[in-house]
């Protein structure tokens, strides 16, 4: 989608003239008493974020002389470069101002140095010198009429644009195919780990991951994060969030200053697993991404992706994702988890487009048909689907970070919702949510940040396997048949297929079929009495063939041939919902590649199993009464626990007496 072109729209500086209102007004009969002047508004306090001269203040001294300003420049230490005495102003200059920093960095020493300046006498108030530019249209040159509507008329982005166009400290990590690094409209905001050196080898930084300087690669567990899919799927959503803005080149994006992450959790077939989504999630996460823009889904639930979702949440991250191209009532995962910004797409007349999903998982709305971005190879061109309406949000929420770097996610994602355009019917309804994203009414309420900014404290990555962690199934590879699991005649041992080894659980399918294979798992077995059950991992692979495609009646759970994984009680009510999936998964066309099953419990997840001690783990399946049938497969189920001692401790008391 062509995008409206704007010039680098700084900060827009505006003037406020200053109304003097005298003790008496002259009027026609004599001297009369003025009436008291009304109080004025608070003036915001200044934007150490916003564009400056780097090292530069604007300060007002209460007595402005000649001799006040010489006192001023001795005392403060700062070269005055001019003075503008009509206002009282001195131009002031930090020394030594370190080169290449951001705004925010250069903006923490001025606020320091403001705020030392406004606790003296001769001092009433001091800013930055703010960059001002006319307000002009961006010279990218694919800034055509499609992209125009878009970003212009409907999201009136121009606008968005004058307060901020992203800074480079806000981190958009894109969970997709990969990304063209070498992209004439990208390659100034990729995404640099600080930490890492590159190619030596090491894991310099001590995150886990080797080499990652530029992001990674979970489908191939390499530092390779080029795009290999097509024409540049998770290229083509980068540029929508942050395509360089007024660089003379190709488009403009919605955040174009900010950086993005890549993280790959596609190979070049384009299918990717529940394992590689959310280690992507967790790893996006602990290396520092504000925000994480997820343009992919299925039908299928999955409590370890909730799990990984509710993890990056709880660190502060904004999650977006695309609501799905099914055109359907279904429910979209990851869209469709609570804390998740679950984004439908519209056309360039604000009517839902016809490939988008509904549902009361909808948030909100934005751009989705033939939108105009960046490709592989360095080149430009059409997409279309709700994976093109995700990136604008997660554009717009980077914008409103940058305006605003000390806002939560939740706070961030209230401004979304709350300004976005109603569309019809009035007020949230299936199709477009809260209402197609504004991005001038999202940016024009945000509020003023304190200064500074507070520094971010760095998160310890999770590792994907506890220490220690005790393995409780042994025989999850189904290589000498059934072992400790219990199975009814609608499972087989399939000698035919497997995802490791040469066997593996099948479910036959077939008319009205339907059946269990339950795993007894005693937490306590081998643990001392004292020992208390912390952590754990469940991994699984699974696979689905099928000859029907039909949808069931519920969206949130659209299967007429269907296949559950839950945690149950030993006399079978259920405890947990691990997996939901079935023939209208995205992954359920017949012949594709194994899907791999994630989960990581915390302490909170184990609580109630470690309450119970003896849980089943129960994968169950069925068919409806088609003789279209789908078949499901089991292999390589691994689940470990941490069991560690449970230390008491108790209060010192001093042992007195009371003297006789």
Not at 318 to 334: D, L, T
Not at 523 to 528: P, Q
Request: overall charge negative; proline content about 8%.
């Amino acid at each position: 989608m062509p995008l409206l072109n704007r010039s680098w729209p700084f900060l827009t500086l505006f003037i406020a003239a200053l109304v003097l209102t005298l003790g008496n007004l002259w009027r026609p009969g004599g001297l009369v008493a003025a009436s008291p002047a009304p109080r004025m508004p608070l003036q915001p306090a200044p934007d150490w974020h916003a564009p400056h001269v780097p090292g530069q203040l604007l300060v007002k001294l209460t007595d402005f002389s000649p001799t006040q300003v010489e006192q001023f420049r001795a005392a403060s230490g700062l070269a005055v470069r001019r003075t503008i005495p009509q206002l009282g102003i001195v131009v002031a200059e930090m020394a030594a101002v370190p080169s290449g920093q951001t705004y925010a960095q250069s903006g923490i020493a001025l606020a320091a140095t403001a705020s030392a300046l406004t606790a003296r006498s001769d001092v009433a108030w001091a800013e930055p010198n703010y960059i001002v530019t006319p307000d002009l249209t961006p010279n990218d040159p694919a800034y055509s009429t499609q992209q125009a509507v878009y970003l212009g008329t409907r999201l009136e982005m121009p606008d968005a644009w004058d307060l901020t166009t992203g800074l480079a400290d806000i981190v958009v990590a894109v969970l997709d195919t990969g990304v063209y690094l070498n992209h004439e409209d990208l390659a100034g905001g990729i995404w640099v780990n600080p930490l890492e050196i590159p190619d030596n080898g090491v894991d310099d930084d001590g995150n886990g991951f080797v080499d990652d300087v530029n992001g990674w690669n979970f489908a191939l567990n390499n530092n390779v994060v080029a795009d290999d899919y097509g024409a540049g799927h998770g290229t083509h959503v980068s540029g929508i969030i942050a395509a360089r803005i007024n660089n003379g080149k190709g488009i403009a994006g919605m955040a174009g200053g900010v950086t993005i992450m890549p993280v790959k959790v596609f190979p070049p077939s384009g299918y990717g697993t529940y394992e590689d989504l959310i280690r992507g999630i967790l790893y996006a996460t602990d290396n520092g991404a504000r925000v994480i823009n997820m343009s992919l889904g299925a039908t299928s639930y999955s409590r370890g992706e909730e799990a990984a979702v509710d993890y990056a949440w709880a660190h502060g991250v904004v999650i977006v994702a695309a609501a799905g191209n099914q055109g359907s009532n279904s429910n979209h995962y990851p869209a469709a988890h609570p804390n998740v910004i679950a984004v439908a797409a519209t056309n360039a007349n604000d009517n839902r487009a016809g490939f988008s999903n509904w549902g009361d998982f909808i948030d909100v709305a934005a751009p989705g048909v033939w939108v105009y971005s960046t490709y592989r190879w360095g080149n430009y061109g059409p997409m279309s689907g709700t994976s093109m309406a995700a990136p604008h949000v997660a554009g717009l929420a980077a914008l409103i970070l940058s305006r605003n770097p000390q806002l939560t996610n939740a706070e961030v994602r209230a401004l979304i919702e709350q300004h976005a355009d109603d569309l019809a019917p009035p007020g949230r309804d299936p199709y477009f949510g809260h209402g197609r994203i504004n991005g001038r009414k999202a940016l024009a309420a945000v509020p003023t940040p304190l200064q500074p900014s507070p520094t971010p404290t760095p998160r310890p990555p999770l590792p994907a396997w506890p220490a220690d962690c005790r393995d409780l199934i042994a025989d999850g590879d189904f290589e000498d048949g059934w072992g400790d699991w219990q199975a009814d005649d609608t499972w087989r041992v399939d000698a035919t297929r497997a995802y490791s080894g040469t066997s593996a659980a099948h479910f036959t399918g077939g008319p009205h079929a339907s059946g269990a294979l339950t795993r007894t798992l005693n937490l306590r077995n081998n643990a001392r009495p004292d020992d208390g059950i912390t952590e754990g991992v469940l991994w699984f692979a699974f696979r689905i063939e099928n000859q029907d495609r039909g949808l069931g009646s519920l969206p949130q759970l659209p299967f007429d041939d269907w296949l559950f994984g839950e945690f149950r009680t030993t006399d079978g009510k259920p405890i947990s919902s691990l997996l939901r999936t079935g023939n209208s998964a995205d992954t359920a066309t017949s012949g594709l590649p194994w899907d791999r099953y994630f989960y990581r419990l915390r302490p909170s997840d184990m609580a109630p199993l470690a309450a119970l001690g003896t849980v089943n783990l129960v994968f169950t399946a069925g068919n409806d009464a088609d003789n279209a049938a789908t078949e499901f497969w089991i292999d390589a189920v691994r689940f470990c626990i941490t069991a560690r001692p449970i230390r008491y401790y108790f209060p010192l008391v001093l042992d007195t007496a009371t003297a006789p």
